[in-house]
């Protein structure tokens, strides 16, 4: 989830009546296709999240919502939109066999394959850095982990630096879920944490 409009991947970057869904092996297949499982994009897709800004203890719910899909260039981009809205625009993604970006850009927020410490930059879209470069890491692959009280068996994360605000984040996708942790830090150097956002409930074709 970059940080150019504070919050929109703070989530920034994606539950209803259906039963929250525990996170299952998903079937052998093509790797292309099998990473991509780790941000599945669909229209109807939603993700609930609890955003906490540090060190203050209220929390408050976010939820990202897919609620279109069109074919731009060749790529299905889908649209993503924020209740309540934290920015005027939403989130367009456009699926690929390389990866998941952006759309319009090469901002990928993660590339394929997947594979511990590659990295990449891209352009920064912020109007005020010019020639600015954001840039991701893949810190770990394939391994478990948790987000609140859920607990899932494979899991990626990606580390982005982002020059033009000052800000990193660590970013936490589970396969067959989508982006289930954010974490932000109050700058490029420092572990301390500015943000969190955390996923409560998912409802993912």
């Keep these: 989830m970059h940080r150019s409009a504070p919050l929109i991947l703070l989530f920034a970057l994606v539950?209803?009546?259906?039963?929250?869904?525990?996170?299952?092996?998903?079937?052998?297949?093509?790797?292309?296709?099998?990473?991509?499982?780790?941000?599945?994009?669909?229209?109807?897709?939603?993700?609930?999240?609890?955003?906490?800004?540090?060190?203050?203890?209220?929390?408050?719910?976010?939820?990202?919502?897919?609620?279109?899909?069109?074919?731009?260039?060749?790529?299905?981009?889908?649209?993503?939109?924020?209740?309540?809205?934290?920015?005027?625009?939403?989130?367009?993604?456009?699926e690929s066999l390389a990866g998941v970006a952006e759309a319009g850009t090469d901002r990928y927020l993660f590339r394929i394959p997947l594979r511990t410490g590659d990295r990449w930059n891209s352009k920064s879209g912020s109007l005020r850095a010019k020639g600015k470069m954001d840039s991701f890491e893949v810190i770990t692959v394939g391994v478990p982990c948790s987000a609140g009280k859920h607990l899932f068996s494979d899991c990626v994360e990606i580390r982005e630096i982002d020059e033009a605000n000052n800000i990193a984040s660590l970013t936490t996708y589970a396969r067959g879920v989508g982006p289930v942790k954010y974490v932000y830090f109050k700058n490029l150097h420092s572990e301390e944490i500015d943000t969190t956002m955390i996923i409560n409930s998912w409802e993912v074709r």
């Design 15 to 94: 539950f209803g009546q259906s039963a929250l869904r525990a996170q299952t092996a998903a079937p052998s297949g093509a790797v292309t296709r099998e990473e991509q499982k780790y941000f599945p994009l669909a229209v109807g897709n939603r993700w609930v999240y609890s955003l906490r800004e540090h060190p203050k203890t209220a929390e408050k719910t976010i939820k990202w919502s897919c609620t279109q899909k069109e074919r731009v260039h060749g790529k299905n981009v889908y649209h993503l939109w924020e209740t309540p809205s934290q920015d005027d625009e939403g989130l367009s993604l456009a």
